[in-house]
């Protein structure tokens, strides 16, 4: 099974690597505990939603206040982590720490359960789509053989009349060539011949009888 935690974590370091040469290049390209916590108070003054002020709820155990940003400047220690983990010194598991993160360099979706959420949907989609395919192919499969295999027996089934038309062309052919050899005027002369001798046999046979 995979561990959308991790898959989770390398997402936010491949949109930090992104982050930290745009807007707040001052702030996300040589990270510091200082540096992350100004940014954090930065981000937080802006309409945050109400998923990341659980995290910083969670994370700092206050809520954010825009009276209280003396008190805020205190928790620069809890950027630690977040630190390690831009410079890739440190992997942590403080699930707070990781979201913050995520809100740092605006990584979607966030917080963790979301992303995890929309993982398993986009992971499940995909499994169904692999169960979709493969009957399907196994299907067209199956037609291109049924296929192939009627288009061979019919190749067969044209056989057979061609070996029985042979047999009647060979004897149309004997038949034409026995005709080419008879001429036709040699058929006149056989047809007068027979008729001369049917006529005196006749004529004998009648002399006789007289």
Not at 9 to 34: C, H, N, V
Not at 54 to 63: E, I
Not at 124 to 133: I, M, R, Y
Request: with cysteine.
């Amino acid at each position: 099974m995979i561990n959308t935690l991790e898959e989770y974590k390398k997402a936010i370091k491949i949109k930090y690597e992104i982050e930290k040469e745009g807007q707040y290049f001052d702030y996300l390209y040589s990270p510091s505990r200082g540096k992350l916590r100004d940014l954090c108070w930065l981000i937080f003054e802006n309409e945050p939603t109400q998923d990341d002020l659980n995290v910083f709820r969670n994370l700092f155990c206050l809520d954010f206040d825009h009276t209280k940003k003396n008190k805020f400047k205190e928790q620069k220690d809890k950027f630690r982590p977040i630190e390690t983990f831009f410079k890739n010194e440190t992997d942590p598991h403080n699930i707070d720490a990781i979201n913050l993160a995520a809100i740092m360099v605006d990584f979607q979706p966030r917080p963790f359960k979301n992303f995890d959420k929309k993982y398993r949907i986009v992971e499940a989609k995909q499994l169904e789509s692999k169960a979709d395919v493969k009957p399907s192919v196994e299907v067209r499969h199956e037609s291109i053989e049924f296929k192939s295999f009627v288009e061979n027996e019919n190749e067969e089934s044209k056989e057979v009349p061609k070996k029985g038309n042979l047999l009647f062309d060979l004897a149309g052919e004997f038949s034409k060539k026995i005709a080419q050899k008879i001429q036709p005027e040699k058929i006149i002369t056989v047809a007068v011949g027979a008729v001369v001798l049917l006529s005196s046999a006749c004529l004998n046979l009648v002399k006789k009888k007289e």
